[in-house]
């Protein structure tokens, strides 16, 4: 298990752009892949960007091109920068580390969220 602390949210106008940054209490190096989740009032929890350790990232359909995730191995750190907030990107985001059995993805440690709000 590794402990996770999210910081960078808050509140910006549509258009706008925040980056979030999750701090891992220990090394990143061997958890296969660092994510961002997000949920919204009344929504199920999605999945907005996760990365990998061989660089390689996937991402939500309504954040694809305007969210890039990155991951600092060294820092034991993983950024979501987020541009062209929109305020249907308001949400409670979460930073996860999971490692894979197979196909099937095991979270090793999830952070305890962070406010987002896009709001004029």
Do not use: H
């Amino acid at each position: 298990q590794v402990d996770l602390v999210e910081s960078g949210g808050g509140l910006v106008q549509p258009g706008g752009s925040l980056r979030l940054s999750c701090v891992a209490s220990g090394s990143i190096v061997s958890i296969d892949a660092m994510g961002w989740y997000r949920q919204a009032p009344g929504r199920q929890r999605e999945l907005v960007a996760r990365v990998f350790n061989d660089g390689n990232t996937n991402y939500g359909e309504s954040v694809l091109g305007r969210f890039t995730i990155s991951r600092d191995n060294a820092e034991n750190t993983v950024y979501l920068q987020m541009n062209s907030l929109e305020p249907e990107d308001t949400a409670v985001y979460f930073c996860n580390a999971a490692n894979y059995v197979g196909k099937f993805a095991v979270s090793v440690g999830w952070g305890q969220g962070i406010q987002v709000t896009v709001s004029s």
